[in-house]
């Protein structure tokens, strides 16, 4: 028998943080090619806590000491945003594989670091945009090329949710708090997974916190040369989430886009609607999955097999460029090229 068949990367995790707690180690241990085998935090008695919790084996009282584990092949990193490029690259210089949390970078510039210490690590590095391989969305992709709904001119996308706790991580600014980085990324992650291109212009109007100067309201436009990808996201209105891809054919809505369940099937709605017909609806239904296991089983299958990663890090780079443009658009009250 193939030894290979029965191996699986060996996983850390830096921070106790809930989305690492609730839903990634869970998913990942469930995961065909992943076991999580060491945690961290910088309070060992947290660390202790949730490893016990969660069935993992070690549990360190530092980042450093789990990076620095020899029996550790990968890390996950959900620290706060302001934290992902210095412990990304600390983490493969030590050799390590390293998935982290969106967004990879509070700008592109920091980004942009870290494909030379991708390169000359010779490890995998990448961003946990988990969308990107759900198949709800791979399915919307292949519907949106396959020209059923004619050609797509328009997506149209809303992410919110209240939240007005002062000592939340993301309600301060030098942390990368605020909306845009963390849920507007995915409006734009998305428009451009769909164009399969890359905005030449973009506007943003965005609302602060005065006291804060944190954003809490984005509405975003970009420009695909005359395809548009609009979307509002809040960390202060109701929650809600939902995406439209438009075409001269019909169109396709995701129903729960982003916190995909993973107990339950996810729909998506296709309405097929050519120039002089009554609009002909489908509801296409997807097997029950969850999309934090699908990610780091592909990762991990990625870095065993010497493979690159299933989302480049070329494309996390790309994304946070269109980010730092929006922000510089809403300063100048502009469209920003690209």
């Not at 509070?106 to 670091?113: M, P, Y």
């Not at 939902?242 to 099937?265: Q, Y």
């Amino acid at each position: 028998m193939d030894d290979s068949l029965n191996r699986k990367l060996r996983w850390g995790v830096l921070g106790v943080a809930r989305i690492a707690t609730k839903k990634v180690i869970p998913a990942m241990q469930k995961g065909r090619w992943t076991t999580v085998d060491a945690i961290a935090s910088r309070d060992e008695s947290k660390a202790r806590a949730a490893a016990a919790e969660l069935g993992i084996a070690k549990a360190y009282g530092s980042y450093d000491a789990l990076v620095a584990d020899p029996d550790i092949d990968a890390v996950y990193i959900p620290l706060p945003n302001h934290l992902h490029v210095d412990w990304t690259i600390r983490a493969a210089e030590a050799g390590k594989h390293v998935l982290c949390e969106k967004p990879i970078a509070l700008i592109a510039a920091d980004a942009e670091r870290l494909l030379s210490v991708r390169d000359r690590t010779g490890v995998l590095i990448q961003e946990a945009f988990m969308v990107r391989t759900h198949p709800q969305w791979l399915g919307a992709l292949e519907i949106a090329q396959s020209g059923r709904i004619g050609s797509v001119r328009s997506i149209v996308g809303y992410f919110s949710f209240f939240m007005d706790d002062p000592a939340n991580i993301r309600q301060v600014k030098e942390w990368g708090g605020g909306g845009v980085l963390d849920i507007g990324c995915y409006l734009v992650n998305t428009a451009r997974m769909i164009f399969q291109a890359e905005p030449r212009r973009v506007c943003a109007l965005i609302e602060e916190q005065p006291n804060r100067g944190v954003d809490y309201m984005a509405s975003l436009m970009m420009d695909f040369d005359r395809r548009h990808a609009v979307g509002t996201c809040s960390t202060q209105l109701a929650h809600a989430q939902r995406i439209t891809i438009a075409g001269t054919l019909g169109r396709v809505e995701i129903e729960i886009p982003f916190n995909a369940p993973p107990d339950r099937p996810c729909r998506i709605f296709v309405e097929d609607s050519p120039p002089g017909a009554v609009p002909d609806p489908h509801v296409v239904e997807f097997e029950t999955c969850d999309q934090y296991t699908i990610q780091g089983d592909l990762f991990s299958r990625a870095a065993m097999e010497d493979r690159p990663a299933p989302y480049p890090l070329e494309d996390s780079v790309k994304n946070m460029r269109v980010i730092d443009a929006l922000f510089r658009s809403a300063a100048t009250g502009a469209w920003v090229d690209l």
